[in-house]
Nanobody, 116 residues
Framework: QVQLVESGGGLVQPGGSLRLYCAAS????????IGWFRQAPGKEREGVSC????????YYVDSMKGRFTISRDDAKNTVYLQMNSLKPEDTGVYYC?????????WGQGTQVTVSS
């Protein structure tokens, strides 16, 4: 069964850190570009960061630059999102997406809440 499963979310105070995990099963992430997205309450889903399959190049939305780091370990079939200096506006459900020329997979999301 093809699946993407996110984990690592939780409640954290402003300024804190979380590491999100996106684990794939039933297919290999090797040839997929991976993106992290988030959806805040009452808002549309927005892109956060992505990492390419070809050369591992990364992209971050401006508001995440310097605070978030995306990485991948193809041997573990997992992609990570390290989130530091978290702000209340980072609150939302975080989703990972894996796509290649033929497929587009989404996970079920993991909740991140930044609050004191």
């Amino acid at each position: 069964q093809v699946q993407l499963v996110e984990s690592g979310g939780g409640l954290v105070q402003p300024g804190g850190s979380l590491r999100l995990y996106c684990a794939a099963s039933g297919f290999s992430l090797d040839y997929h570009s991976i993106g992290w997205f988030r959806q805040a309450p009452g808002k549309e889903r927005e892109g956060v960061s992505c990492i390419s399959s070809s050369d591992g190049s990364t992209y971050y939305v401006d508001s995440m630059k310097g605070r978030f780091t995306i990485s991948r370990d193809d041997a573990k079939n997992t992609v990570y999102l390290q989130m530091n200096s978290l702000k209340p506006e980072d609150t939302g459900v975080y989703y990972c997406n894996a796509e290649d020329d033929y497929h587009d997979y989404w996970g079920q999301g993991t909740q991140v809440t930044v609050s004191s």
